[in-house]
């Protein structure tokens, strides 16, 4: 019975790690199509998003048989209820992805990203899926720290969100007000991009150790 | 042993009702203190927000333990795991709520929304906060067709967002780049404040019936 339990956490730590390399590939395949104004990768990013909401139905459905039929309590109750909600937060992260593919969806054939923003939005793509790979990793190999280490690219993602809204609300910026308010909305996906994968690491580290890190 | 979970159960349903009136409330505060530059309110919708964490944990810690401890299967562990999915969103409702309030309060003495938007705001306050209320309503009271009645007002909500949004991105605009970027947020909170209210609603009709509304 509790090697039967064992094994399925196990795939159960597998799918949730499959969703999170999903995530990040969304998020890269987002931030690719945002800076090039590239339609069909922003299609297949939005197209994509449908898979990530079934696995995490599936992750909810099998955490779910998982309590009813091995009753779990302690350490193992806290991993399979930290599954269930680590699965909210990365289709989560999916849904954000998808909302930045979809600005360059709208704004297409037009760039949404002006030139001189495009390090910056870059780089919030590339902090923001390096996050969802990290705790993907974190998922089948869990490390002391994690918590405090996806904080640190967490403050990354908070700077250059910041940067980017002190530049779109400047009296100087030239681009007029509807290009600032895509921007505002865009830049704040990242960052709840970032905010979702510290609730992410956060709650592994409760699953591990029993206390919440705050 | 069943009573006493059903007594555990009740408790739980109430401190959700609990914070779904405590969401509702700091939405109206928020929404008065954001039309009205009000600093004082404000600062209490911020200050109030921790409480709500306090609450969404107890309701988490609670629920842990019903399932720890009575081990409930089928529809009693449908309605556990709904109650711990639910306090998640309802504390994201208060968070929405308290950013509202933070826009408020960065914005002060200066008010955040012009005069020719007020009307649009007041309603998307009067209606979120109503969603608030009614999904604390359900929570003691479930009604079928819940799931139906919430997303209605939320297709409300919907509308208002995107005539807010079309307002602040139209070349006529005569705010400036950085009241539109501020607004574009701001919209974004009361619509995805009435999206966890439509997530509540379509999760305490799958904790009655078994199955997810789509």
């Given at each position: 019975m509790r090697e039967a339990f064992h094994g399925d956490l196990a795939r159960l730590g597998e799918q949730l790690s499959a969703m999170c390399a999903r995530s990040a590939v969304a998020m890269r395949q987002a931030t690719t199509a945002l800076l090039g104004a590239d339609l069909p990768l922003a299609e297949q990013v939005l197209g994509a998003d449908a898979e990530l909401d079934l696995l995490r139905s599936q992750c909810e459905e099998q955490a779910h048989s998982l309590l009813a039929l091995q009753a779990p309590v302690a350490g193992d109750l806290r991993l399979v209820l930290s599954a269930v909600y680590c699965a909210d937060k990365i289709e989560r992260m999916g849904d954000l992805a998808a909302h930045i593919a979809d600005t360059a969806r709208f704004t297409h054939p037009a760039h949404a990203v002006p030139d001189e923003l495009t390090g910056k939005f870059a780089e919030l793509g590339r902090i923001t899926a390096g996050m969802a790979d990290r705790i993907g990793e974190l998922i089948s190999a869990p490390a002391e720290g994690s918590f405090a280490e996806l904080e640190q690219c967490d403050h990354g993602v908070d700077a250059l969100h910041a940067e980017v809204f002190e530049i779109i609300t400047a009296?100087?910026?030239?681009?007029?007000a509807a290009s600032a308010s895509s921007l505002a909305l865009v830049a704040r996906f990242y960052e709840r991009f970032g905010d979702q994968s510290v609730s992410v690491a956060r709650r592994l580290e409760f699953a591990a150790t029993g206390d919440l890190p705050s």
């Open positions: 009296p100087e910026w030239p681009h007029g």
